[in-house]
């Protein structure tokens, strides 16, 4: 169709403009003389008219290129598009880079589809994801935190305050908002929230002394919530630790270092002093220690996010 139709109505419609114009003719104004005609004008306010009324929603009307992502009847999705689920869930897919499952009650956004990212937005609802484009390509908004593949299958899920959780299975996922960082592996989850950002990371078998004091020292930096989950940590735990350890200070990361240092064999250059300033090294050879893969591969894909 020849897009000018929408403005000037030069040009072959389509047939879902033809039906959306059948279905907006109720809804014309006739009780004054016509004025001249303005036909942006008169598109805009009748697709105004039209979205209040609950008749059509925003994808029909700004409709960026078509993508590679594919809705069950064979349409394409195009960039800007939103998709809202109801009662029943929907399933989009793109033979180069993955499949989406997006559950009932759900309203998920396609943002831009490129050479460079598939870049979403989860208002609200969960889908669950099964991605094989190459790591860092996917991403997904939230309202509190932006949420990168690192090659993975994970579910996440927005609450209506926001707030999100994200549960991977296979692969790497991580969190992102003003440069706090989480980083997810398979078997964890980590809640991101509105005006806190990216929380701290757990097994999903972690004890419930361990994510309990975790959200409180997330929500409110409590040092006793900070002290109930440096002892509440085993070995597997240390994956929460690291993260504690990057954003403490002082004695608190003293503390917290202590406990990592006796759960994981710690290489020579992961030394408490230099974790205490901050080095960068010394934090990355803590990393390392985790034997959860070195940090050299999520600094080369954290370079394509950014």
């Not at 114009?21 to 697709?47: D, H, I, T, V």
């Not at 990355?284 to 034997?291: G, I, P």
């Not at 940090?295 to 080369?300: M, N, P």
Request: glycine letters at 8%; hydrophobic letters at 40%.
């Amino acid at each position: 169709m020849n897009e000018e139709y929408l403005w000037d109505r030069t040009g072959e419609p389509d047939a879902e403009t033809v039906r959306l114009e059948q279905l907006l003719g109720g809804l014309k104004y006739s009780g004054a003389p016509a004025l001249p005609r303005k036909p942006r004008s008169a598109w805009w306010f009748a697709a105004a008219a039209a979205i209040a009324a609950g008749l059509i929603t925003v994808p029909l009307l700004f409709r960026g290129p078509v993508t590679t992502w594919q809705l069950p009847n064979g349409s394409y999705v195009r960039a800007g598009q939103i998709i809202e689920t109801s009662q029943q869930d929907s399933r989009i897919a793109s033979d180069a880079n993955g499949e989406v499952t997006i559950d009932p009650g759900s309203r998920f956004r396609l943002v831009a589809a490129n050479d460079r990212e598939q870049r979403f937005d989860l208002q609200r609802g969960a889908i669950h994801a099964m991605i094989w484009a190459p790591p860092g390509r996917f991403v997904v908004d939230t309202p509190s935190s932006k949420t990168i593949d690192l090659g993975c299958s994970y579910t996440l899920a927005v609450s209506d305050n926001g707030t999100a959780m994200l549960t991977v299975d296979i692969g790497w996922v991580a969190f992102e908002r003003n440069k706090v960082e989480s980083f997810i592996p398979a078997g964890a989850a980590c809640v991101t929230r509105p005006n806190k950002g990216p929380g701290t990371p757990y097994f999903t078998d972690a004890p419930a002394a361990l994510t309990d004091a975790l959200a409180r020292f997330d929500i409110s930096g409590d040092p006793a919530a900070l002290e109930t989950a440096v002892a509440a940590s085993r070995r597997r735990d240390a994956l929460s630790l690291w993260h504690l350890m990057i954003r403490t200070h002082g004695a608190e990361r003293g503390e917290v270092f202590d406990r990592f240092a006796s759960l994981v064999t710690l290489p020579r250059e992961a030394t408490r002093e230099g974790i205490l300033r901050g080095d960068s090294q010394a934090i990355d050879a803590a990393w390392d220690a985790l034997a959860l893969g070195k940090t050299g591969w999520w600094r080369e894909w954290k370079r394509q996010w950014q």
